[in-house]
């Protein structure tokens, strides 16, 4: 803790930025919108990994990043909570091909990243089995497996 609190410079905030052109915005928006309802409607409208059912807080997650020439098809997404698209991105979930088994990444496990389930087994449908294999091959944290 410091005695002393040094003073923060703030006279170049701006809270507001025109960085992104609203038409853009506006396209992503919709664009990520669309995507949201048709993997909602693929495999329903809870977190594929814990179960919360909260709309507000759930992504349509790309397995296949659209910045790495990922589709908007659903077979190329999952409903994640905002929590579990954070860790499967920064890549401490992974998804096995075939069975769905869900796995945590090396120095994790699932219980500490609050996933209920163990795999993908409950979904009405599952993932495209190519956007499991690009994600498995892709998997930084993937445990070495013998």
């Known amino acids: 803790s410091h005695s002393e609190t040094e003073a923060v410079d703030d ?4 809270l507001t930025s025109d960085r992104m052109g609203r038409k853009r915005q506006v396209e992503a928006r919709e664009g990520q919108q669309r995507l949201k309802f048709r993997v909602l409607q693929r495999h329903g409208s809870s977190c ?8 507000a807080v759930l992504d349509a997650a790309h ?8 589709s908007d098809h659903p077979g190329n997404g999952l409903v994640m909570c905002a929590t579990h698209h954070r860790a499967q991105e920064a890549g401490l979930l992974g998804i096995e091909p075939g069975s ?5 990444s090396i120095g994790t496990t699932l219980a ?3 996933i209920s389930h163990a795999s993908l087994s409950h979904l009405p449908a599952a993932p495209h089995e190519e956007a ?3 994600l498995r091959s892709n998997w930084k944290s993937r445990p070495k497996t013998d």
């Open 11 to 14: 006279s170049d905030f701006s």
């Open 48 to 55: 594929a990994v814990c179960g919360i059912d909260v709309v």
């Open 63 to 70: 397995l296949r990043p659209r910045r790495r020439r990922g």
């Open 100 to 104: 769905t088994r869900l796995v945590a």
């Open 112 to 114: 500490e990243l609050g």
């Open 132 to 134: 499991l294999n690009w």
